[in-house]
Nanobody, 128 residues
Framework: QVQLVESGGGLVQAGGSLRLSCAAS????????MAWFRQSSGKEREFVGL????????LYAGSVKGRFTISRDNAKNTVYLQMNGLKPEDTAVYYC?????????????????????WGQGTQVTVYS
């Protein structure tokens, strides 16, 4: 059974930083691209960023580019989301997700349908 467990959320003042972690089990983690999404209250879930299975390529939503960084540690089966310069509009539940296909190098555009395994989410609240 594949599982993704996020951690690291919390309450932070605007301008501050948080690092989210997503620990994976039950799958050969290193073979899969991973993504982060978020959902604010009353809004649809939106793409934040992804990191390809090779670890060398990332893609970010325009709203977080330059402030957020995704990385992965395959030895620890963990993907991270470093969030700097947080704004109140970053307040959301953050989810990590695993690509439904192993070794996929092309075609990832940050759409929910690309991912078949999701974590339970971790709340990030940014206050001004």
């Amino acid at each position: 059974q594949v599982q993704l467990v996020e951690s690291g959320g919390g309450l932070v003042q605007a301008g501050g930083s948080l690092r989210l972690s997503c620990a994976a089990s039950g799958r050969t983690f290193s073979r899969y691209s991973m993504a982060w999404f978020r959902q604010s209250s009353g809004k649809e879930r939106e793409f934040v960023g992804l990191i390809r299975w090779t670890g060398g390529t990332t893609l970010y939503a325009g709203s977080v580019k330059g402030r957020f960084t995704i990385s992965r540690d395959n030895a620890k089966n963990t993907v991270y989301l470093q969030m700097n310069g947080l704004k109140p509009e970053d307040t959301a539940v953050y989810y990590c997700a695993a690509d439904r296909y192993a070794f996929r190098d092309f075609g990832l555009r940050g759409e929910e349908s690309e991912y078949d395994t999701w974590g339970q989410g971790t709340q990030v609240t940014v206050y001004s």
